[in-house]
């Protein structure tokens, strides 16, 4: 390496030069770091120039000699008879850096801090906190085993399993406050996206058959007889979660809204949004809700529902538009044969008075979402004829999509006689039933204006249902181990803080990758260490994927041997606040 000047006379700057050769043969160089201002340095030097330089050689060996160190050939030497160290552990996760220095921009370190002021504690909340986290998405589990998995990152707990178990309830007692400080702290990382909101309950199971506390019989979503809570979530417009609130498993979900949202008024600053939801939230009482102030929503309402004369109004075939066009179309006339119809979208609205509300039910039909419900239904009814000309018992279960909805049970003679036998049958006057509402879908909302944009921002629903799976499918958030009410909330909490940390990280690397690639990559990134008086060597497969994530966090895990002090400075970079130009702002301390 070399000193360089460039620049005009009066605005020198002075530079350390790398010499390297290129791929061809050919020798070039390239700037490696820049000092300084040739006259700020030269003033530091009470203008003797040749002191100036001779400093600035200086730098230029040190920096050699920390690149050669860096990047220089090593040897490590192994003997065929000694065998391994008793308990000593080799195979390290290091994907939970990224995590790591996501959690560090959130500021959960000042969080922490602040919790820590209102109550009495000796362990690290932080390090507890993150670490189950960490867990929660690199390997779920119970506890105990995320307690063990811990053990395999590059920084294991100083903390005990009982600490764990102690943090849950203060963890528990400050979920409000850690659901509004990442929210906060979350702007610094991804503007957020407050103009939509989106509410969606679903419920978790116990393994456990007594009702407790909040863990109550209730309706659930995967027909389980075991006991469940509801978990209520917000979303914003980005599909980045927003805040989430535990409730009784046997509560309604219509009652779960209202103390949810207020918080998010009161605690988050947000109070101009579009309400989104299904319409098994979408009461009366709940609309009203959010017709206050400078709210609005827009509500999935069912057809099915309806009175008849209303259901007759927004099905009758007249009177549809074409989104963007104010021609009125006839949806009897359509060539549903036509590609172009074929992938259109036509609505009509119809204006409804609901107490001292003036809504607008807008009733959209696509012939693409006609003959997707009609695929649907054929292989319904195709396994209800197998069903049927299958000996054995016959039932029918709680799921609509149950094929047996199609089956009609005839157990009387046309005289009225008790029959002999029973005879199953496909039920015609059901598939009618249904299919006269094939291709129709329907939004319910108070406000006026653009329909595309309306329906646009109802079909964004589907994201929620995403957070639900990612939770209950990838980390693995049911079946719930802990039984106390204050174990239950801080388990979802850290099932919360997992989620919003992987769509944070989506949206960094420019949601290129899928759950399951972003996932089984970060669980993949194992460093094996050679001995302990050297470093560690990658033991996982680098791809498109790792080669985003090292450049989007600005450091590197995938070269062929990272010695054990630079891996320290790696790990001290992810604990540190970068501002857009990557100055070391704060450190934080695990």
């Known amino acids: 390496m070399y000193i360089a000047l460039t620049g005009s006379e009066n605005n020198k700057d002075v530079y350390i030069y790398h010499s390297f050769r290129k791929e061809n043969g050919k020798s070039s160089s390239r700037i490696y770091k820049k000092l300084g201002k040739y006259n700020t340095l030269l003033e530091q030097f009470d203008g003797d120039r040749d002191k100036m330089m001779a400093w600035a050689r200086e730098q230029a060996d040190k920096e050699t000699k920390l690149y050669k160190e860096a990047t220089g050939k090593i040897s490590v030497e192994f003997s065929k008879a000694a065998c391994i160290p008793m308990n000593e552990r080799r195979s390290f996760n290091v994907g939970y850096l ?24 000796k362990y690290n909340l932080q390090a507890i906190l993150t670490d189950l986290v960490y867990a929660r998405i690199l390997s ?26 102690r943090s849950l309830s203060v963890i528990a007692e400050e979920s409000d406050f850690i659901q ?15 103009r939509i909101l989106y509410y969606d309950c679903t419920n978790y199971y116990f393994e456990i058959e007594e009702e407790s506390d909040s863990k109550r019989y209730g309706k659930s979503k995967e027909n389980r007889p075991n006991p469940i809570v509801t978990m209520g979530l917000f979303m914003d417009a980005d599909g980045i979660p927003l805040a989430f609130d535990v409730y009784p498993g046997n509560q309604n979900e219509q009652t779960t809204l209202k ?22 939230l979408g009461s009366a009482a709940n609309r009203r809700f959010n017709s206050l102030g400078n709210r609005a929503y827009i509500i999935t309402h069912s057809l099915k529902k309806m009175k008849k004369e209303d259901r007759e109004i927004a099905l009758n075939p007249t009177q549809f538009r074409k989104v963007g066009s104010t021609k009125f179309i006839d949806l009897r006339t359509l060539d549903e044969t036509d590609e172009e119809v074929y992938n259109t979208v036509y609505y009509k609205e119809v204006p409804v008075v609901t107490g001292n509300m003036d809504e607008t039910l807008i009733v959209t039909y696509s012939p693409k979402y006609k003959a997707y419900q009609r695929r649907i239904r ?24 149950d094929p047996m909805r199609f089956v009609k049970k005839t157990s009387v003679t046309p005289d009225g006689e008790i029959a002999n036998k029973q005879v199953y049958n496909i039920d015609e006057e059901q598939i009618q039933k249904e299919e006269m509402y094939d291709g129709f879908y329907a939004v319910i909302t108070n406000l006026e204006g653009d329909v595309s944009e309306i329906i646009r921002i109802n079909k964004q629903r589907w994201e929620i249902e995403e957070n639900f799976r990612i939770m209950k499918t990838e980390f693995e958030a049911r079946p719930v181990y802990v039984r106390r009410e204050e174990r239950i909330k801080a388990h979802f909490m850290t099932c919360y803080i997992s989620l919003l940390l992987y769509r944070l990280l989506e949206k960094k690397l420019g949601d290129a990758y899928t759950v399951s690639q972003i996932l089984g990559t970060l669980r993949s990134m194992q460093m094996t260490l050679l001995n302990t008086a050297s470093g560690y060597i990658p033991s996982y497969t680098r791809t498109e994927l790792t080669d985003s994530l090292h450049k989007t966090f600005g450091f590197r895990t995938d070269y062929e041997f990272i010695t ?19 100055n070391i702002a704060h450190i934080v301390t695990k």
Not at 180 to 194: D, G, H, I, V
Not at 384 to 390: D, R, V
Not at 565 to 580: F, G, H, L, N, V
């Open 259 to 280: 103390p949810l949202e207020s918080k998010i008024l009161q605690d988050f600053n947000c109070s101009e949004f579009i309400y989104c939801s299904d319409s098994g």
């Open 378 to 401: 054929d292989r319904q009814i195709e396994h209800a004829e197998k069903i049927i000309n299958t000996p054995g018992r016959k039932r029918k279960g709680k799921n609509q999509n």
């Open 140 to 165: 779920p589990s119970s506890k105990l085993a995320s307690y063990d998995y811990c053990q395999t990152l590059l920084e294991p707990p100083k903390y005990s399993l009982q600490d764990v178990y």
């Open 564 to 582: 054990k002090a630079s891996m320290r400075t790696i790990i001290k970079e992810t604990k540190q606040i970068k501002s857009k130009n990557h």
């Open 180 to 194: 509004s400080e990442l929210y906060k702290n979350s702007n610094f990382l991804y503007p957020r996206n407050n």
């Open 98 to 121: 990224f995590l790591q220095e996501l959690c560090t921009q959130l500021r959960i370190d000042k969080i922490c801090r602040t919790i820590k002021e209102r109550h009495k504690y």
